[in-house]
């Protein structure tokens, strides 16, 4: 018999049927013997559909107040999913995240877990219950309701198996597996077997959409075992392990996959003085303004003078304009303000690019016969990023999947 965490999203459980078709496979596991802990998103859909109605009334609604809108989302499919399951003999109990006592910090819409309070969730599976908890949000030091971030159940999921030292966090998406590409855009897109949490990390970081970047960061962090796997599948298949370097296979592919992003934003602020302190200057409102920057190059210029340029989630452009033009109005000094919200990011992700040289550059002559200009460039040791024109997006995955042989299993590369 093992404990484990089961995540469902929002496409799983987007319809009264899908909740049953949950209610049914998770019942299956109960039966195997298994204790099951069951974290649920919204129905697809929903959290977007709330918050639109708290847009209605003002662009800018109260952070408090807005958590307090999504939360419910994901209060209506846990009540759901736990009366499917008793309904067809499995004796189920849902929590809210403020009745599991999942502590988070008050840093609203983005709130960040402290400490999860394991003791009733025991309590009620060594009694036999299935528990369904809600994905997404948690409550801090005061009991306001928090949420955890667009993707958050995916966290709920990762910490819950964490405390309750799980066997085996599975997430179950619309998709079974991580691809070496978004299929949608490259066809010949692979299903891995097995990615390293590193590697995981630095794609779900760099725009995939299979993991919540938190999710991958607590799996990895406190050891919990994560495998992705299909809800749309009658038979369920391998899914796709993710799991310690030294646990995949030796002939691990140079690159393991590409991540990309179109939800980025450029911010150039040009003609600054050229002095110690000029980069805080720029990001240092932007860090108090609860604004992540990803990018960053400086480019020195003539005349004791530079041009800095960072990028920010696409979502935060207009907020972090205002920022940088508000520093400017109170005496930073800058020649102008330049703003481009139509770029995308392309990365090349494997931990064998820690061991051949050379990969960056074949990406670069690869984009470069194609025509498409780079903007930016960052590195580590295991990724490649590229900023471009948004435009050339799904040209360049396509092409950078067929130049490093992506289609092709790790054994026949050279």
Known sequence: MALIVQKYGGTSVGTVDRIKNVARRVARYKAQG????VVVSAMSGETN?????????????????????????????????????????????????????????????????????????????????????????????????????????????????????????????????????????????????????????????????????????????????????????????????????????????????????????????????????????????????NIDVDMIVQNIGAGGMTDFSFTVNRSEYQKTLNVVNAERGAGLAAKDILGDNKIAKVSLVGIGMRSHVGIASRMFKALADEGINIQMISTSEIKTSVVIDEKYLELAVRVLHKVFELDKEPSVLA
Do not use: W
Request: aromatic share 4%; charged share 25%.
């Open 49 to 289: 559909r709330l918050l639109g109605l708290a847009r209605e009334i003002t662009p800018e609604p109260d952070p408090r107040e807005l958590d307090v809108v999504a939360a419910t989302g994901e209060q209506v499919t846990i009540g759901l999913l736990a009366i499917a399951l008793n309904q067809i003999g499995v004796k189920a109990r849902s929590y809210t995240g403020g009745q599991v006592r999942i502590l988070t910090d008050s840093a609203f819409t983005k709130a960040r877990i402290l400490a999860i309070d394991e003791a009733n969730m025991r309590r009620d599976l060594d009694d036999g219950n299935v528990i369904v908890v809600a994905g997404f949000q948690g409550v801090d030091d005061e009991g306001n309701i928090t949420t955890l971030g667009r993707g958050g159940s995916d966290t709920t999921g990762v910490a819950l198996a964490a405390a309750l030292t799980a066997d085996e966090c599975q997430i179950f998406t619309d998709v079974d597996g991580v691809y070496t590409t978004d299929p949608r855009v490259v066809p010949e897109a692979r299903r891995l077997d097995k990615i390293t949490f590193e590697e995981m990390l630095e794609m779900a970081s760099l725009g995939s959409k299979v993991l919540q970047i938190r999710s991958v960061e607590f799996a990895g962090k406190y050891k919990v075992k994560l495998r992705v796997l299909s809800s749309f599948e009658e038979e369920e298949g391998p899914g796709t392990l993710i799991t310690f370097e030294e646990e995949v296979d030796m002939e691990q592919a140079i690159i393991s996959g590409i991540a990309f992003s179109r939800d980025e934003a450029k911010i150039s602020v040009m003609g600054v003085p050229d002095k110690p302190g000029i980069a805080y200057a720029i990001l240092g409102p932007i860090a108090a303004a």
């Open 34 to 37: 298994h204790q099951l802990v």
